[in-house]
């Protein structure tokens, strides 16, 4: 059986984690033949299913000096006596762009729209600290030599892991923005503890999306929209309260106007929802007169928008407090606009 006497491993496409030499069963090793470990490599020697001794990067003279756990072992001058073994070459570069993904939904009980199904993915990387550790527990049990089966492993991981802190710290989707990156730390940290019984360290991890199914996603989107497209009603809804509690503050320049403010915008906004359901539109009754003929309502174009008043009449009160006009012409001008509602 030939003996090896240069001992080294090239990795052409920077994607295996782990070589055997030779790839099957163990091989005469002379003391004296020159071990070369790459740069971001550690050699390991096993004998009969045990690890031995390791080496950094560098040439290396195999001696009973540098593999005293074949010291006993081996026999016969220095230099001509031959050992049976295997050598793997662990690479402890970082290896990165390592994607995760859920390969399906996830069930999670959501406080407010009950049960929701949850997809998440992201990328991590990784590197080989103890590598005894790693071969014993990953390489020699599972038969890993490439990312793609350690790829495969730790993924799953993730994914159980990411399942757990999703149902420990959300209560429901919809908290999802504020909790995003508590739930990536939480995996994380859970993550970081599985993958260092197997010597492997979890350099960085992220979590790029948790999604719901796309009808949940749609019908949240189609909630947000009519949110928005209410904003207006909500805005003069807000208004009318502001310058009612005005009108209740006794000594204010708006006491006794605050309720006629309020009529104005509830009329406008009454106007609006029976124009969208096609009803007829309410008008608002003109005060009682001395003669038989009601007051003339004023031209449409003339109207004002609630928020228009509400400017108006902000303006106007600022030119009343910096003296620039009276209170009686604030007055004035305020029953004028209210008379444009």
């Known amino acids: 059986m030939p003996t090896f006497d240069v001992i080294e491993f090239f990795d052409p496409t920077g994607e295996i984690i782990v070589s055997r030499f030779p790839q099957e069963g163990s091989g005469d090793f002379n003391l004296g033949s020159q071990l070369i470990v790459q740069e971001s490599q550690t050699g390991v ?33 220095f230099g001509k006596s031959p050992f049976r073994a295997y050598v793997y070459f662990v690479s402890t570069k970082t290896f990165t762009n390592l994607g995760w993904g859920t390969p399906s939904p996830v069930l999670f009980r959501d406080s407010d729209l009950k049960m929701v199904m949850l997809r998440a993915h992201g990328s991590f990387a990784v590197r080989i600290t103890g590598e005894r550790t790693f071969l014993n527990t990953l390489v020699g049990t599972r038969g890993i030599e490439t990312t793609f089966g350690l790829h495969e492993y730790l993924r799953n991981l993730i994914v159980s892991r990411l399942t757990e ?25 859970a993550v970081e503890e599985d993958f260092n019984q197997y010597g492997i360290q979890l350099v960085d991890m992220i979590v790029e999306a948790i999604t719901p199914p796309q009808e949940v996603q749609d019908m949240i989107n189609k909630a947000t929209g009519i949110a928005v497209q209410d904003t207006d009603k909500y805005k003069a809804i807000a208004t009318a309260d502001a310058i009612r509690a005005a009108a209740d503050n006794p000594g204010g320049t708006g006491q006794g106007v605050g309720l006629g ?18 009803a007829p539109l309410p008008h608002q009754a003109a005060p009682q007169q001395a003669g038989p003929q009601s007051q003339t309502p004023a031209p449409a174009a003339s109207r004002i928008s609630a928020d228009e008043l509400e400017e108006k009449l902000t303006q ?19 029953k004028k606009l209210l008379e444009r509602l």
């Open 45 to 77: 020697f096993f004998r009969d299913g045990k690890a031995l001794d390791g080496f950094p990067p560098g040439r290396h003279t195999l001696s009973t000096e540098n593999l005293p756990l074949l010291k006993r072992l081996v026999s016969g001058p």
């Open 261 to 278: 403010v309020g009529l104005g915008v509830g009329f406008g906004m009454m106007r609006e929802m029976a124009g969208q359901f096609g």
């Open 165 to 189: 802190s999703i149902g420990k710290r959300l209560k429901s989707i919809l908290d999802l923005p504020v909790e995003y990156s508590t739930i990536a730390a939480m995996c994380k940290k």
């Open 316 to 334: 106007l009160k600022g030119l009343m407090d910096k003296g620039i006009i009276t209170e009686s012409e604030f007055a004035e001008q305020k």
